[in-house]
């Protein structure tokens, strides 16, 4: 991008000209100083920004429709974990030496494009520059008015569940890391069938935003948050947000085959509650609520399970208390992902 000819070529060649899809509401999209959208009636709009780096949140050199995917999905994360509905969103796109090419964009934006598609969430602008490889995305939803899920609804007494399996993606980056690096077909790794190490790095690239779920639980749960810093550091953003504590049963968490293949149970424990990059919703509701959660998890053809319950802030100290089948208390040196430790 050595001259600005080239930088609103990429814009309008890979940008404004592809993936601004088509919404009824979004009066004017990429081209523009700004882009323009009507507020949708009775509804109130859930925004979230978040940037992804590469080296950081994704590894260097990363296939193009693996970063799209890894990008866009985090941030649909954040809207299925107040129960909205996606609706729009801005890209500010910094692309390196390697990233800066047709091939890249092309790939990219290809995936960009079948990837927002799916969930009806339109482009409406963003920026260009050049620098490392990085993605900021502003993501725009809508739910019913006063219908958003929250982390400060908590109650005592509220059950505590958890969407599908926990740690997969954190064993996942573990086996891209070092001596762990994921094998190939050729070079299977040591312990670990080829086959699971896959699926376990597949969970890391590739993760799936709750969105369903998590518009279904608007009548349900009593507060939620997205998975992504570690199970038990983000169900403790439920505690501190909602002035409670939390009993968690570490024997229920659920993990995967492929997970405890390659880790050990024990590990493959610490990497449920710890590990990060799951993108599962953690959710709270009511016992009664019982059956309608299990209705719903036969409904979405998704594993829902009851983890723990929420309880009282002794001394006004909201705490996660992790319990083994014995209710002995576990101590975890590492509860999740800190982005300045």
Request: glycine residues 8%.
């Amino acid at each position: 991008m050595s001259a600005s000819i080239e930088e609103f070529d990429i814009i309008e060649r890979y940008f404004a000209g592809k993936i601004a899809c088509a919404h009824p509401n979004v009066v004017l999209g990429p081209g523009d100083d700004c882009g323009i959208f009507t507020p949708l009636e009775g509804q109130d709009m859930c925004i979230s920004t978040d940037t992804l780096i590469a080296g950081t949140h994704f590894p260097l050199l990363c296939a193009p429709d693996i970063v799209a995917h890894r990008s866009m999905a985090a941030n649909l994360s954040d809207l299925a974990a107040m129960g909205a509905t996606p609706f729009a969103y801005t890209l500010a796109l910094t692309l390196d030496a390697e990233s800066a090419t047709h091939l890249w964009l092309d790939r990219f934006t290809d995936y960009l494009e079948k990837f927002g598609g799916r969930y009806a969430i339109a482009l409406i602008g963003g920026n260009l520059a050049q620098g490392s490889l990085s993605l900021t995305y502003t993501v725009l939803g809508h739910v019913s008015e006063g219908q958003a899920l929250r982390r400060n609804t908590a109650k005592p007494g509220d059950d505590i569940y958890v969407s599908g399996t926990l740690g997969d993606a954190a064993a996942g980056l573990r086996c891209l890391q070092g001596s762990e690096s994921a094998p190939d077909k050729e070079t299977p790794h040591k312990e670990t069938p080829y086959r699971e190490t896959t699926a376990l790095v597949d969970r890391y690239y590739f993760p799936t935003p709750r969105i369903e779920l998590g518009q279904s639980l608007q009548s349900i749960a009593s507060s939620a948050i997205d998975i992504s810093d570690g199970y038990a550091a983000d169900l403790a953003h439920i505690c501190k947000g909602s002035s409670v504590s939390a009993e968690v049963w570490v024997d229920d968490l659920p993990m995967s085959t492929a997970l405890v293949n390659y880790a050990g149970e024990a590990e493959a424990r610490m990497l449920a509650l710890s590990g990060g990059d799951d993108y599962e919703l953690c959710f709270t509701a009511a016992p009664e609520r019982g059956d309608s959660i299990n209705a719903l998890a036969e409904q979405l053809k998704l594993n829902i399970t009851r983890v723990g319950r929420i309880t009282e802030a002794k001394n006004n100290e909201a705490r996660v208390v992790l319990l083994d089948r014995n209710s002995n208390e576990i101590n975890l040196v590492r509860s999740g992902y800190r982005h300045f430790g």
